[in-house]
Nanobody, 129 residues
Framework: QVQLVESGGGLVQAGDSLRVSCAAS????????MGWFRQAPGKEREFVAA????????SAADSVKGRFTISRDNAKYTVYLQMDSLKPEDTAIYYC??????????????????????WGQGTQVTVSS
């Protein structure tokens, strides 16, 4: 079992920057992917970005490329989402996600919510215009 705890959400103005963090704990294997999804009011949950723990390869949604950066701190088992040039449409609850496996097949970077076994409780990000 893996626990994910997000922090760092808040209220900012359009054009501002914000960084959210997610600390992972529990039974984590080196074959590990962490990422972020978000859900705005009245909208479906959508993929934001993800990162492979072993080599740092990342994937991001087109809507955030060039503005959001995902990174990790291996020693702290923490993943970060640096959000720059925020827009009101970025307002959402941001969920940290993770998947780990003891198997030899690498856990894939996927934009599908079904690809992740563990979810955090979410942190609210609100961008005012």
């Amino acid at each position: 079992q893996v626990q994910l705890v997000e922090s760092g959400g808040g209220l900012v103005q359009a054009g501002d920057s914000l960084r959210v963090s997610c600390a992972a704990s529990g039974r984590i294997f080196s074959n590990f992917v962490m990422g972020w999804f978000r859900q705005a009011p009245g909208k479906e949950r959508e993929f934001v970005a993800a990162i492979k723990w072993t080599n740092g390869i990342t994937s991001a949604a087109d809507s955030v490329k060039g503005r959001f950066t995902i990174s990790r701190d291996n020693a702290k088992y923490t993943v970060y989402l640096q959000m720059d040039s925020l827009k009101p449409e970025d307002t959402a609850i941001y969920y940290c996600v993770g998947k780990t496996s003891l198997g030899a097949v690498p856990v894939p970077l996927t934009p599908a919510a079904s690809g992740y076994d563990y979810w955090g409780q979410g942190t609210q990000v609100t961008v005012s215009s």
